[in-house]
């Protein structure tokens, strides 16, 4: 540890609202159950066409402003899913970078089916755990799906073995191979951060970064 402040009232022990931060921890348990054999391949359909891999790499190719931004998803009372599922297609699968916070919802739910429990549950054993974060808030939708776009709260240093876990190969805890492919560029990228895309990663020439709203980062330099 290098320097450690904190905002306003906040310490060491607050949970931090991480925002669009969150999808880079989303990725973890996809390679964990990938691991574990709880998900058999990245190229299984999830919906419409779109697998796992075209939901990492924001390539679903549907659409995602309008009806199908994401604080329209969210302001409903039921049904996000499947009103995720509607989105119309704009391209095929695989074709282009498009930042689709609700696509990443989906994909959120689609890991909880292949596990069978709750993304926060599945984290909290083989994530959090292993890696001592006892404090967590993962926020889930109507039908129990824990949000995949935004809004875990998570103390910082807790954010930060996350990090360490990438530096770090997996640690033993996501395999290797998941983790040199999530934090390689699959796409040139794009807005908003402006840089290239992994699995749920930003990467630029030197480092790979997990970015969300109001400045949010966690920033991996190997």
């Known amino acids: 540890l290098v320097l450690e402040r904190h905002f306003g009232d906040a310490s060491a022990e607050s949970l931090a609202d991480v925002y669009s931060v969150t999808k880079s921890v989303l990725s973890t348990p996809v390679g964990i159950a990938l691991g574990r054999g709880e998900l058999a391949s990245l190229d299984l359909p999830v919906h419409g066409g779109r697998t796992y891999r075209h939901l990492l790499t924001m390539t679903g190719g549907t659409e995602n402003d309008g009806r199908w931004e994401i604080d329209e998803v969210i302001a409903l009372p039921c049904g996000w899913r499947e009103h995720i599922e509607a989105a119309p297609r704009l391209e095929q699968p695989g074709t282009r970078f498009r930042y689709d916070n609700a696509a990443v919802h989906l994909l959120a739910c689609a890991l909880a089916d292949a596990v069978g429990r709750s993304l926060a549950d599945y984290a909290d054993e083989h994530l959090f755990g292993p890696l001592g974060i006892s404090a967590f808030d993962w926020p889930a939708d109507p039908e129990g799906c824990s949000w995949g776009f935004g809004h875990l709260r998570l103390r910082p240093r807790d954010l930060a073995q996350i990090g360490e876990l990438g ?53 991996v330099v190997p």
């Open 167 to 219: 530096r770090r190969g997996g640690g033993g805890i996501v395999p290797r191979d998941y983790v040199a492919e999530a934090t390689r560029a699959h796409t040139a990228g794009g807005p908003p951060e402006g840089e290239a895309y992994g699995y749920l990663w930003w990467v630029a020439d030197d480092c790979f970064f997990a970015g969300g709203y109001a400045g949010q980062a966690l920033v």
